[in-house]
């Protein structure tokens, strides 16, 4: 498990992290094995008011962790929604929206953190 900043003044999270890029679509799934980090999205065309869904695959995230994505840089501010779903042990799914109004083909930024959860 990796370590987390604790000091007063600093931002509270994993202290390691990774980049990873999609390949061949926004739809292609990426594996980065870091409790944090930055997927570049592929630069594909994503029609206005449509959605694409891919999974990260990787070995630090459990069934009870809360994933937390955002787009963080690239692309056009305010442009998309971004969501997380199906966490399970091992993976879990981004869905990107597009609600700029027009199509859009763009290598966006998304930044994510998993922070730990328990069930018991």
Do not use: C, W
């Amino acid at each position: 498990m990796s370590q987390f900043e604790t000091s007063a003044g600093k931002l509270v999270g994993p202290t390691t992290g990774g980049t990873v890029t999609q390949a061949s679509s926004k739809a292609t799934g990426v594996t980065l094995n870091k409790p944090s980090g930055q997927i570049t999205m592929n630069n594909a065309a994503l029609a206005d008011a449509a959605e694409v869904t891919f999974t990260v695959t990787n070995s630090e995230i459990a069934a009870p962790d809360v994933v937390v994505v955002n787009h963080g840089s690239a692309g056009t501010a305010g442009a998309y929604t971004v969501n997380v779903s199906a966490i399970a042990a091992g993976s879990f799914k981004v869905t990107v929206g597009n609600v700029s109004g027009s199509s859009k083909s763009e290598a966006i930024v998304l930044n994510f953190v998993a922070l730990k959860g328990a069930s018991s």
